[in-house]
Every structure is written in structure tokens, then in C-alpha cells.
């Protein structure tokens, strides 16, 4: 295992906590401009479960725990905009009235998943679940790219973002143990989904007639 200075460590997770605070400020304000929601429903609920847990529960050295407060509140007006604005992307899928309780049983079975894994695994920072969901999010981001056939509530800027803001972690921790196949396993195949969903949305983009350095 080698040994990363403070410093090091501090300076990777900054800047990623900067990535991805850019990244959910960029999310809320496409969801708001085109009134949708710009986060998968699992990947939602999966993120605000980690936020909540490691910023309330589970607390984490600093400056990480200041920035998963951050970003609880950040991902509380994602869950806003999709409560708000989600219902119309179920329709023909799910009936109204199953839509609210849809959100309560994935939000507590992903609470439920993150808390329980962290502690099966003594993995008191949550590296594990953080870099699982990640892998779920970012072939998540993917498949709502196809299915809404749209770029509706995404933009170039967040992809990149969403993407820096993981890769530079996924470093940090390579840094500090590259003999740990599974991690390992999750840092590649999330840059792969994140890479394949930066070029999907560029050529969607192009393809949809907008600007894509144009659109935030």
C-alpha cells in the first residue's frame, strides 16, 4: 500500500468535491430550464442514502464530510425537481398513483443497501458503496440518454464534470492501494460508461442542432 501524503489526499478530493458540486449546480439548473429531472431514479436515491449516511451518520474525515453535506443538499433539490417533474417519465410505464410510493421503496432500499454494506465491509468511508453506485449511475446516465432519445436535463458540461469529479477519486485511492482487484475493476469500468456517455451526448448534441460547449 503506498503512502499518499495529506496533503495529496486533501488536494484530490477538493477538486473533485468542486467537480461534482459544479456538476449537481448544472443538473438543477437544466432540470429547472427544461423542467425534468437530470438524475436516474436508483442513482438518486442511492446518492442522497450516501450523502445522508456519510454526512450525518457516518462521519468522515474532513474536508470530505463538509462536501458531502454540500452535496445532500444539492441532491434534496434533484429530489425535489424529479418528485416535481418525474411523473411524466413514467408515463405508459408505471400508473400515476404508484409513482410517490416507487420513490419511497427505492429510496429506502438503497438507504438500506448503502448503510448495510458499509458496515458488512467495515468500510466506515464508504469507498465501496460510493464507487458501486457510482458504476450503477454512470450506465444509468447511459440508458436514460437512449431512452429519452433526447438530451432533455443533460448537457455537455455535466458529463465532463460527472466524470473528472469521479476519475480524480479513483486515482487517489489507486495511489494508495493498487493491489485491490475490485476497486480496481470499478475505477475502468466508470470511466468507460462516463467516456461513453460524454460522446453519445456530443454526438446527440450535434445530431439535436445545439451547440454543445453553447449549452450549460
Known sequence: MATVSPETRIAFQIASGICWTL???????????????????????????????????????????YV?????????????????????????????????????????VAFGGVLTMSYEFQDLIGKYAAFSQNLMMSILFVAMLVRRNSVSGQSLYIALLKMIGTLLPSILFFMMNSSAPFMNYLFVTIFAFDLIYVIALYLKLKEAGIRPWARF
Open 68 to 108: 458531502n453535506v454540500v452535496w445532500f443538499g444539492f441532491d434534496a433539490v434533484i429530489v425535489f425537481q424529479f418528485l416535481r417533474y418525474g411523473r411524466s417519465g413514467f408515463k405508459g410505464i408505471l400508473p400515476d398513483r404508484y409513482f410517490y410510493p416507487l420513490f419511497v421503496v427505492s429510496l429506502v
Open 23 to 65: 456538476t449537481y449546480i448544472l443538473i438543477i439548473r437544466r432540470g429547472f430550464l427544461d423542467k425534468t429531472y437530470g438524475m436516474p431514479l436508483a442513482a438518486l436515491c442511492a446518492n442522497i442514502s450516501w450523502e445522508f449516511i456519510f454526512a450525518f451518520l457516518l462521519l468522515v474525515p474532513s474536508p470530505q464530510n
